[in-house]
Every structure is written in structure tokens, then in C-alpha cells.
């Protein structure tokens, strides 16, 4: 019999796991990285300038932070209504860009888009997390991200073998974005089961040691800087360099490297520990940003989309499960504070970009820029040993 129970729990839980996740891929997938697929389309159809879509995205990661810190104080109880209310609000965000023409219109839209975005991701985190107890749903739930910038890419890709231009693609964004949101609905309303395995999903990086809350806050807001420049332009630098493949399959290509990243770098945390497994993260991560630099051709763009998309989400895993660990030590909440520092990363990597793409009109420079920083974040995971020499006691237990 209670094999039976163990069963219906662990049944439960997937679905449950399943169904953030899809609030995610909305909130996330559609409502804030599908900007990156439609904005060459946009600067085509004379909607935005290349300098507006570079505002654009830095309103949209402004309003993710303002967004997260609202809802920092968010109590677990209220996440499944903040859930809902969040879904409708992504779809209408969506449908009200579409109908804009104005630019100054559109930017301020991408910032109440991310200011919405936010919200999904802390409300479906504290659902899954606190509210089911599904602490070992955590995998699924960051994947959720890469599931929605795949499907958001698709269906603009299909919308524009139709011909679509961009205010359609934005119709069809929000069509989308209705379809998975009324899927996930029901299951928001399902009782919560507390997850009995939770603390053995923890277990495998807690026996290694901790990395300090200031390193992880520092190198978290690297990482912000560190991975946007590729996550906002990927497709619009690589338009001309493909031949008759759409751009945006690029793109798509990016997401379908975060969907499994999630499960294989949890993994990596729990057999190598926090510092080692996020120094081959980011550490790899530097490699994807630099690789169209040092090598500008279509295995080249493509290569950095799978590096990057294979690790961004990665380091979100890594880092939300280890910033538990330490969060005793700061008065305030780590979280929080971390989020602010990514957040604030994700708004200086666009506009770093555009200014140093106006006079040679050329990404590489800023790509440089932020495969230093990723390399920096990694190198901040590096603990020295007592000697002063550093690597011999620097990634071991």
C-alpha cells in the first residue's frame, strides 16, 4: 500500500514539476526571450532601430528586476494565484505589443513584459518548491525556460513562412502563450504533497564545500552580463552568415541546448560540489561567447548557440541550490540580492553592446568583453589554498 502512495506521490510531483515548468516556459520562453527572435524582424519591418531594440531589451531586463525584487517577499501560499495572474498578464503583454507602433511604445511595453516575466519565474519557483515541497523538481523547473525559447521560435518560424510580419508574430507569440497557459491552469490547483526525497537531491553538493555568499553574489552578476550580449543578438548577428537557414532556427537551436542543461548540470553539482561545477560552467560558458569571434562562420554561430544555450540555465541551477546553503550569513536575502546583480548584468550587457557595436558595427568586441567576465566569475569559484598557491587545494572536497 504504500508503495502504491509512493507511486501516486512521485506521479504527482512530475506533473506538478511539469506544469511550473510551463508557466515558466510562458513567462520566460515567450514573454521575455522570444524579443530575441523577433528582433531582427522588427528592424527589417522599420519598426524599431537597431539602437531602439537595444532600449527595448534593456527596458525588458530592467523591468525583470524591479519585477523579482517586488516579489522577493512573495509568502509560498499565494504563488498559485500569482501563477494565473501572471499567465493572463503575459498574454496580454504580448497582444498589446502587437498592436504598437510606436518605438518608445514598445520599449515601455518590454518593460512591463519583464517586469511580468519576473513574476512567473518567482511565483512558479516558490510554487513548485516551498508550496508542493518539489525541491527535487528544481531541473525541470529551469528547463521550462529552454522548452518555451524553443517553442516561441518554432512558431515564428512558422509565422514567417506565411509571410507574417512582425505585429503578426506577435499575435501568434500571444496565441501561443494562451494555448500553454490554459494547459497548465488546471494543474496549478492540485494539493499540495511535501517531497520526501528532497533533502537527498541536496545531499550530493552539501558534502562538498561551500562556496561564500559574497563570491556566489559577485559571479552571479557576471554570469548576468556575461551570457545576455549572446541571449539579446544571437540571431541578429549571425542574418547574413547562414545562407537560406532562417536566423531564428538559430535561435532555437539555443533554447534546445537549455532544456536538457538543467538535468545535466544538476547532476554535475551533486557529484562535483558547487565550486567545481560552476567553474566548468562558466568556464565553458566563456568558450560559447567568444567561439563566433574566433571563428565567424555558420559552425561557429552555431556552436555558440548550443555552448551558451547548453549552460546559461545551467547556471541558474547551480547557483539557486547552493545560495540556500549560505544564506544564513547575509541579513538580508540572497536571493534577492542575487537577482538584483544578474538583473542589473542583463541591463549593462545590451547597452555595452550597442555602444561598442556603433563604430565598427561589429559584436566582437563586446562578445570579448563578456567572455572575460564569465571567465572571471569562473575563476572567483577558485578557493586558494593555505600555501597562497592556489590550485592544489583550490577545486578539491
Same mark, same amino acid.
Given at each position: 500500500m504504500s508503495t502504491i502512495r509512493h507511486a501516486s506521490s512521485t506521479t504527482s510531483q512530475g506533473m506538478a514539476a511539469l506544469v511550473a515548468a510551463l508557466v515558466i516556459s510562458v513567462g520566460m520562453g515567450f514573454g521575455r526571450f522570444a524579443f530575441t527572435g523577433i528582433y531582427p524582424v522588427m528592424v527589417s519591418d522599420a519598426?524599431?532601430?537597431?539602437?531602439?531594440?537595444?532600449?527595448?531589451?534593456?527596458?525588458?531586463?530592467?523591468?525583470?528586476?524591479?519585477?523579482?525584487?517586488?516579489?522577493?517577499?512573495?509568502?509560498?501560499? %499565494?504563488?498559485?494565484?500569482?501563477?494565473?495572474?501572471?499567465?493572463?498578464g503575459i498574454v496580454m503583454c504580448l497582444g498589446m505589443t502587437a498592436l504598437l507602433n510606436e518605438p518608445w511604445l514598445i520599449i515601455a511595453m518590454r518593460g512591463i513584459t519583464g517586469a511580468v516575466s519576473a513574476v512567473t519565474m518567482v511565483a512558479a519557483s516558490l510554487w513548485l518548491l516551498q508550496h508542493r515541497g518539489h525541491t527535487h523538481g528544481a531541473p525541470m523547473l529551469y528547463a521550462g525556460v529552454g522548452i518555451g525559447i524553443v517553442l516561441s521560435s518554432e512558431?515564428?518560424?512558422?509565422?514567417?513562412?506565411?509571410?507574417? %510580419?512582425?505585429?503578426?508574430?506577435?499575435?501568434?507569440?500571444a496565441a501561443g502563450a494562451l494555448i500553454l497557459g490554459a494547459i497548465a491552469r488546471p494543474g496549478l490547483d492540485a494539493r499540495p504533497v511535501q517531497d520526501s526525497d528532497a533533502r537527498a537531491a541536496l545531499h550530493g553538493h552539501e558534502s562538498f564545500p561551500a562556496l561564500?555568499?559574497?563570491?556566489?553574489?559577485?559571479?552571479?552578476?557576471?554570469?548576468?552580463?556575461?551570457? #545576455? #550580449?549572446?541571449?539579446?543578438?544571437?540571431?541578429?548577428?549571425?542574418?547574413?552568415?547562414?545562407?537560406?537557414?532562417?536566423? #531564428?532556427?538559430?535561435?532555437?537551436?539555443?533554447?534546445?541546448?537549455?532544456?536538457?542543461?538543467?538535468? #545535466?548540470?544538476?547532476?554535475?553539482?551533486?557529484?562535483l560540489g558547487t565550486r567545481r561545477a560552476l567553474f566548468v560552467n562558466l568556464a565553458s560558458q566563456a568558450v560559447g561567447v567568444i567561439l563566433p569571434v574566433v571563428a565567424p562562420n555558420p559552425a561557429g554561430y552555431l556552436g555558440s548557440a548550443l555552448i551558451v544555450g547548453g549552460t546559461f540555465m545551467g547556471t541558474t541551477t547551480i547557483s539557486m541550490l547552493a545560495a540556500r546553503r549560505v544564506a544564513h550569513t547575509l541579513r538580508v536575502s540572497i536571493l534577492a540580492v542575487m537577482t538584483a546583480c544578474f538583473g542589473i548584468g542583463q541591463i549593462v550587457g545590451p547597452l555595452v553592446a550597442s555602444a561598442m557595436y556603433a563604430p565598427h558595427h561589429s559584436f566582437a568586441g563586446s562578445l570579448i568583453a563578456a567572455a572575460v567576465a564569465l571567465t572571471v566569475a569562473a575563476l572567483l569559484c577558485v578557493r586558494l589554498s593555505r600555501s597562497g598557491r592556489g590550485w592544489p587545494d583550490s577545486l578539491n572536497r
Open positions: 519598426v524599431l532601430t537597431v539602437h531602439q531594440g537595444t532600449l527595448a531589451a534593456s527596458a525588458n531586463y530592467a523591468g525583470y528586476l524591479v519585477g523579482a525584487l517586488l516579489t522577493a517577499a512573495l509568502h509560498p501560499r %499565494h504563488s498559485r494565484r500569482l501563477c494565473v495572474l501572471a499567465l493572463g512558431m515564428l518560424v512558422a509565422g514567417r513562412t506565411f509571410g507574417l %510580419h512582425s505585429a503578426g508574430l506577435w499575435w501568434v507569440l561564500g555568499a559574497g563570491r556566489l553574489i559577485a559571479l552571479y552578476g557576471l554570469a548576468g552580463f556575461g551570457y #545576455i #550580449i549572446t541571449a539579446t543578438y544571437l540571431p541578429f548577428f549571425v542574418r547574413n552568415a547562414l545562407g537560406s537557414i532562417d536566423p #531564428i532556427q538559430v535561435w532555437a537551436l539555443f533554447g534546445l541546448g537549455a532544456v536538457p542543461s538543467c538535468f #545535466i548540470w544538476h547532476a554535475v553539482h551533486m557529484r
